[in-house]
């Protein structure tokens, strides 16, 4: 399993409820096979820097998922067949931005004995 980013654009001419039903059939699909989801970040409409599909105009969402790379395929084609999706990109967020760091191969140990002085008397 392995953590990613799905950044969805949706038609700005779609309402929230229908936003809303593509949301959740994303995260019900990632949820059956047996991903988990995280938090949903709804930026709202923002304006693009050029035309997209005929339209200057989109609505933003920001979904984090952790899934197996086979889900990936899956989902990418459920959100290409949708029609309020204008795009979409699905992101694999680093394992030592998601927490997940492992310690290095040739790290030193964590705790270490003192030398003993040499030559010194108690």
Avoid: C
């Avoid at 392995?2 to 949820?31: C, L, M, N, Q």
């Avoid at 050029?50 to 197996?68: F, P, Q, S």
């Avoid at 699905?90 to 492992?102: F, H």
């Amino acid at each position: 399993m392995r953590p990613y980013e799905v950044i969805v654009i949706f038609d700005s001419a779609a309402d929230e409820a229908s936003i809303d039903g593509t949301i959740t059939r994303i995260k019900e699909f990632v949820v059956t096979k047996d991903g988990k989801t995280g938090q949903v970040e709804k930026w709202g409409r923002r304006r693009f820097a050029y035309e997209l599909k005929h339209r200057w105009e989109g609505y933003y969402t920001l979904l984090e998922v952790t899934m197996d790379a086979t889900v990936v395929a899956d989902v990418d084609r459920m959100m290409t067949l949708s029609d309020d999706i204008i795009r979409h990109k699905i992101v694999r967020i680093p394992e030592s931005v998601a927490g997940r760091a492992r310690p290095a191969m040739n790290a030193a140990p964590a705790e270490e004995a003192e030398p003993e002085a040499v030559g010194a008397t108690a």
